[in-house]
T-cell receptor, first 113, second 115 residues
Framework: EAAVTQSPRSKVAVTGGKVTLSCHQT?????MYWYRQDTGHGLRLIHY???????EKGDIPDGYKASRPSQENFSLILELASLSQTAVYFC????????????FGEGSRLIVV | AQKVTQTQTSISVMEKTTVTMDCVYE???????LFWYKQTASGEIVFLIR??????ENATVGHYSLNFQKPKSSIGLIITATQIEDSAVYFC????????????FGSGTQLTVMP
């Protein structure tokens, strides 16, 4: 079964500080995604990647950077964390083109104070 | 642009009954893919069931089934013989079939199953 693991699972960050959320998948999936979930809302796409060393912007990329140094790893970087970035972040992966389902990580709860 | 809408924010049902959750979508694609996911209290997001638009038969997996009404752009999730552990948030989603191949999610429906 697909395995996507995220770290840290929970973090409190200071406004203006740098935050890195990491994601690791062990299934040789080509596509990886970072979604954001705000309380009471669905998920919105921040960044995605379909190959190592390349990332693409999703629907809400402002204030976020992404890095895909290898097929297995995909990071989300908040260079200057802000209060509005308090949310739960989900990483997901998918095998390749076509309509295969996404496999989600456990989520990372970020609180910016 | 594609869009997914879930208008029911919360539903409460008695255990062992049947519940239907609504979802409508917008797309210009002639072929598209629809999904339902469950988010548990722990936050875990689990794939439940999918419907490919070119398939005429409604998908069924275990006690989950879909009511796909293509002319109405509607994909309802039906859960029969509900159990306490079915209590969760249910998301409807659609694949964006150009570029990112991301899932576009609805806002979710909170289901509470009461004993």
């Amino acid at each position: 079964e697909a395995a996507v693991t995220q770290s840290p699972r929970s973090k409190v960050a200071v406004t203006g500080g740098k935050v890195t959320l990491s994601c690791h998948q062990t299934n040789n999936h080509d596509y990886m995604y970072w979604y954001r979930q705000d309380t009471g809302h669905g998920l919105r796409l921040i960044h995605y990647s379909y190959v190592a060393d390349s990332t693409e912007k999703g629907d809400i990329p402002d204030g976020y950077k992404a890095s895909r140094p290898s097929q297995e790893n995909f990071s989300l970087i908040l260079e200057l964390a802000s209060l509005s970035q308090t949310a739960v972040y989900f990483c997901a992966s998918r095998p390749g083109q076509g309509a295969d389902t996404l496999y989600f990580g456990e989520g990372s709860r970020l609180i910016v104070v | 642009a594609q869009k997914v809408t879930q208008t029911q924010t919360s539903i409460s049902v008695m255990e062992k009954t049947t519940v239907t959750m609504d979802c409508v979508y917008e797309t210009q694609d002639s072929s598209y893919f629809l999904f339902w996911y469950k988010q548990t209290a722990s936050g875990e997001i689990v794939f439940l069931i999918r419907q490919d638009s070119y398939k005429k038969e409604n998908a069924t997996v275990g006690h989950y089934s879909l009511n796909f009404q293509k002319p109405k752009s509607s994909i309802g999730l039906i859960i029969t013989a509900t159990q306490i552990e079915d209590s969760a948030v249910y998301f409807c989603a659609m694949f964006e079939t150009s570029g990112s191949w991301q899932l576009i999610f609805g806002s979710g429906t909170q289901l509470t199953v009461m004993p």
